[in-house]
């Protein structure tokens, strides 16, 4: 990895709880010494200096900013900027309104991670409100479950699953009764009664007076248990007033220690009315505290199946009192679903599990995040050999560049080779290549193409490569990342896909201002569409290769052939079509990405754009199940608009027609203009539109040029050479 990445963790709190503990731990995790993680927090004289000084316990960096939304936002812009962060994580509503603002006006990517909704109040539920309206705007939802990622109406590539978790804690007989008698002897209990404890934020998405309701019901039955209510919050004063007479029902308010003397309690009941991965359900499970518990947000899926925790419906005091019931009737049973659970947070919730899921979700936001502790990683004596194949033609301005980072690559020098097909460039492509093969310490050879067409001379990197894998690069990109070739090795070998994809954001550091542009309209919806991956960042799954693939391994050729030279353009979005129907794996991250300069002006975007229309004609036109809707969508625009405009002086539908069909497109690209513009500056009003029309009616045109030009298959020979 190059470079240096800072993360900064932000969140709002009053005390350190479960939360705030999860993100203490998160915050720890070594993912190698060119990563650096910090923790911030809002501090005034009610917040932020808990969660401060427990991190700084943990040598952890800290920043605290002021409780002030406005005066906020402004420190924390300063701090992104000044310290370099190129990750914000946002931990709650607060943190999330500021920090997603703060992360967009800046430039950098964040995360937000889903702490729960209280509705506590009017304040609390304004605020909530925003936050949910902020959440489109963040690079990533994290979700505490899978079951809570799939409700969430976030585009399925920004959802992410970081699970609470907690270390076993294996206890001894000893340490059980040692717990035992402190939390009896500390409330005034019977050393020998039975605890029942309920622990949490006493406010009304908690339900604890569901629990008092409970033990009122089964009292008198057990007049040697006792029902304990651990916790502050908005709620205290009326829960205390409702226990009242209750000799039996203790609220003991909030306690530092909870921790330790909870292998001291009988049964844990947790009665949420919304919750999705309660730390208190885990601690308990942890320390093997049979569990009651509420089937809400993610909590089934921390019971698991069969269920290690007993479940009830939410809000019912019965489902409650019976459960409590059943376990206090029968112990046996009770410890049995004890063990049971604490094997669950053994096996599927450990902090193993937790750094790994943090770890895939920073190296999908930042492609230049690498662990240097992947266990995953294949070992260097094992490495496949990379055939790197370059098509290129008249590339003097940027080649030397690409073949620097190459050579750079923190991969076996014996391991690797580069191979130029050069298209009978007419300025010092070549000379440059010569002069780097001449003292590279990596294999570099230059090959004519006297076809001069990319498929061309992609063919002859594949046909001349000795590589197992043989990844395309362009001439005109910047690899990023000294790792790449790794990242590719490590990638096939953790996945087993024989197609990898790579994201090429159009976001050179030396683009001009309307590059820039042409960047962000190519990059939205409207500019490139659905079905794309090429531009996301956001994506570390299997996925259709038909836009991204670029790397694969050897037995791909073998089975489907190599490039169709009958295609000038799109020959790569054919060639990963039959990827696509052979049914071989391909994956897709971030850690693949190389980054792209678009098209300097319109005239050249459009002449691009010609091209890839034509492309798409030739495709649908060999693969008939390769036809989607938006592949028709710009060359029926293009045509509804010249027929119309030539019927338009005789027949006056043609002109509404004519005038409808403007107007709608007018107002989508206006709208989709301005979403921009709200996002990335008010350039894009008059920007957007124009480009947006460029890369629509290009895309029209060249559809309709690939159709009167046809398709024209390969001559039989050539065809059987290249497998198609």
Same mark, same amino acid.
């Given at each position: ?45 009610? #917040? ?13 960096? +800290? ?55 209280? !509705? ?22 994290? %979700? ?5 990622? #799939?409700? $969430? ?54 339900? +604890? ?63 949420? $009315? &919304? ?38 419906? !939410? ?74 194949? &370059? ?33 009978? /460039?007419?300025?010092?492509?070549? #000379? ?6 001449? +003292? ?51 990638? &096939?070998?953790? +996945? ?35 079905? /794309? ?92 199940? !390769? ?8 060359? %029926? ?14 027949? /006056?539908?043609?002109?509404? !027609? ?9 107002? %989508? ?6 979403? $921009? ?12 539109? %124009? ?17 009167? /030009? ?15």
């Amino acid at each position: 990895m190059s470079g240096h990445l800072r993360i900064l963790h932000l969140r709002a709190s009053p005390f350190v709880g479960g939360p705030e503990r999860q993100i203490l731990r998160c915050a720890s995790f070594d993912f190698g010494e060119n990563i650096q993680q910090i923790v911030g927090s809002f501090v005034d004289d009610r #917040e932020g200096k808990a969660l401060l000084d427990a991190a700084h316990s943990a040598r952890i960096q +800290t920043v605290a900013f002021s409780p002030a939304s406005r005066t906020a936002l402004a420190q924390l812009r300063d701090y992104i900027r000044k310290e370099n962060i190129s990750l914000l994580c946002t931990h709650g509503y607060k943190a999330d309104v500021i920090g997603i603002t703060a992360a967009k006006l800046e430039g950098i990517a964040s995360a937000s991670f889903l702490r729960g909704w209280t !509705a506590q109040d009017w304040k609390v539920r304004m605020y909530e409100r925003l936050d949910r309206a902020m959440l489109p705007f963040a690079s990533a939802v994290v %979700a505490l479950s899978h079951s809570q990622a #799939e409700k $969430l109406t976030a585009p399925r590539d920004k959802r992410h699953v970081v699970t609470n978790v907690i270390e076993t804690r294996e206890l001894s007989a000893e340490a059980v009764a040692d717990a035992r008698r402190a939390i009896r002897s500390r409330f005034g209990l019977p050393a020998d009664c039975r605890l029942v404890v309920c622990a949490g934020r006493l406010s009304p998405e908690k339900g +604890t007076q569901f629990f008092i309701n409970a033990a009122r019901q089964i009292a008198s039955r057990y007049l040697d248990t006792r029902f304990m209510i651990f916790g502050d919050g908005p709620e205290r004063a009326a829960l205390a007033a409702s226990i009242t007479g209750e000799s039996n029902i203790v609220l003991a308010g909030h306690v530092t220690d909870f921790k330790e003397l909870l292998p001291g309690a009988d049964i844990l009941v947790n009665p949420s $009315l &919304m919750e999705e991965m309660p730390n208190v359900v885990l601690e308990a499970m942890s320390c093997g505290v049979p569990v009651i518990a509420t089937s809400v947000g993610g909590v089934p899926e921390l019971a698991g199946a069969p269920p290690t925790i007993v479940l009830v419906r !939410a809000a019912d005091t019965e489902a409650i009192s019976t459960a409590l019931t059943r376990f206090l009737d029968a112990p046996a049973e009770a410890a049995g679903y004890a063990s049971s659970a604490q094997q669950r947070i053994r096996s599927e919730y450990s902090p193993d599990k937790q750094r790994e899921e943090l770890g895939a979700l920073f190296a999908k936001l930042l492609p230049a995040f690498v662990t240097t502790s992947t266990t995953n990683a294949q070992p260097s004596g094992t490495l496949p050999f990379i055939t790197v194949a &370059m098509p290129v033609r008249n590339e003097e301005k940027h080649i030397q560049k690409v073949l620097d980072a190459l050579l750079a690559q923190d991969y076996p020098k014996d391991k690797y080779e580069i191979i130029v097909a050069d298209g009978e /460039s007419t300025d010092q492509t070549r #000379e440059i290549v010569q002069r780097a093969a001449g +003292t590279a310490t990596v294999p570099v050879r230059l090959i004519s193409n006297p076809r001069r067409l990319s498929s061309a001379g992609r063919n002859i990197g594949i046909v001349n490569g000795r590589g197992d894998v043989v990844a395309f690069v362009d001439g005109h990109c910047i690899i990023g990342t000294d790792r790449w070739l790794r990242n590719v090795a490590d990638i &096939m070998h953790e +996945t087993g896909a024989v197609c990898l994809c790579r994201p090429q954001p159009l976001d050179d550091p030396a683009n001009t201002s309307f590059q820039d542009m042409i960047a962000k309209c190519r990059g939205s919806i409207l500019g490139h569409g659905l079905d /794309s991956s090429i531009f996301s960042q956001n994506n570390e799954r299997f996925i259709n290769p038909t836009s991204s693939g670029a790397i694969y391994a050897r037995e791909v050729f073998e089975k489907i052939g190599i490039y169709d030279e009958a295609f000038d353009a799109a020959e790569d979005v054919e060639f990963n079509h039959r990827v696509w129907q052979s049914g071989m794996k391909s994956y897709i991250s971030p850690r693949l990405t190389i980054h792209y300069a678009p098209r300097a002006d319109l005239k050249g975007l459009f002449k691009q754009m010609m091209r890839y229309g034509q492309g798409r004609f030739r495709l649908i036109a060999k693969h008939r199940d !390769a036809i989607s809707l938006s592949q028709f969508v710009p060359p %029926a625009f293009v045509m509804w608009m010249i027929l119309t405009a030539i019927l338009s002086p005789f027949v /006056s539908f043609a002109r509404w !027609a004519f005038l409808g069909a403007l107007a709608f497109y007018g107002v %989508a690209v206006v709208l989709a203009s301005l979403i $921009l513009a709200a996002r990335h500056g008010f350039r894009f009003i008059w920007g957007g539109p %124009a480009i947006f029309a460029t890369v629509h009616i290009g895309l029209g045109v060249g559809f309709w040029k690939g159709c009167f /030009s046809g398709y024209k298959p390969l001559p039989a020979a050539a065809a059987a050479r290249s497998g198609v």
